[in-house]
């Protein structure tokens, strides 16, 4: 399958990579074997970065395979001021709203998720278990159109829903200890762009900062969950909705 379409995004590939360098920002880098997206090498880290991994048309097939709901229009319903996320007839993915209680109140997280994978993984983070739902043929497939970069097959995957450039993710890492050390964490971008941020833990002013696009991929590797943080700070002028699924291998 060529997920890839033109010699055009050819072009915007080769043009993230300067003097052997990804965009100015003093980290070496090169361009992929694959033609799709670069390397990018950090310290204690690496990164596989494609801005339009898939196509356009299969980026808007799946957005919306993963957004759609039986009686609404996703592009146009009022997801903020909707009260009953967790009973819609989503058709694929069973979206809800989780909430973390801190200093003893207890508050909505600014984005919708999802845990889907093998059937004995759950996944803790942030004092939230989540129970994984079976895998189903979209995500199936979007998980095998990983292997070529990754190598790998993975047994769950965590979805955030954006609704807009209100929702967001506040500074953390992807270090549980059901990860496993050095984790390999793939992440699939459908919708709006939004700005990806990392930064060192030791060294808050040491940072980088990532566009992930509709159809993009961004994969982290080596140590980078050890050492850096990362975040998708809010952004008041985005309107329309992004998805993020992280694949990722628990184990035990």
């Not at 997801?79 to 819609?88: F, V, Y």
Request: glycine share 8%; aromatic share 10%.
């Amino acid at each position: 399958m060529d997920l890839f379409s033109s010699h055009d995004d050819n072009k915007a590939v080769d043009s993230l990579v300067i003097n052997g360098e990804f965009m100015q920002t003093g980290y070496p880098a090169h361009v992929h074997e694959d033609g799709k997206g670069v390397v990018i090498e950090i310290p204690d880290g690496r990164l596989y970065y494609a801005p339009h991994y898939f196509t356009e048309s299969q980026s808007d097939g799946y957005l919306q395979t993963l957004l759609a709901c039986d009686g609404i229009n996703p592009d146009c319903h009022d997801w903020h001021n909707e009260d009953s996320i967790n009973t819609l007839p989503f058709r694929y993915i069973r979206w809800q709203q989780d909430q973390v209680t801190m200093f003893g109140k207890t508050h909505n997280l600014p984005r919708l998720s999802a845990w889907y994978g093998d059937d004995d993984k759950p996944y803790t983070y942030s004092g939230i278990t989540l129970q994984p739902k079976p895998w189903n043929d979209p995500l199936i497939a979007l998980r095998e159109a990983l292997l070529p970069i990754c190598k790998r097959g993975f047994n769950s995957v965590l979805l955030n829903w954006y609704r807009s450039g209100n929702d967001h993710i506040s500074w953390h890492t992807d270090a549980e200890p059901e990860l496993g050390p050095n984790p390999l964490i793939a992440s699939i971008n459908f919708g709006e762009s939004r700005r990806f941020l990392l930064r060192r833990k030791e060294d808050h002013k040491i940072k980088l900062e990532i566009p992930l696009h509709h159809g993009s991929v961004l994969v982290m590797a080596g140590a980078l969950q050890h050492h850096w943080q990362h975040s998708v700070p809010k952004q008041a002028k985005v309107k329309g909705n992004r998805i993020n699924l992280t694949f990722r291998n628990i184990k035990g």
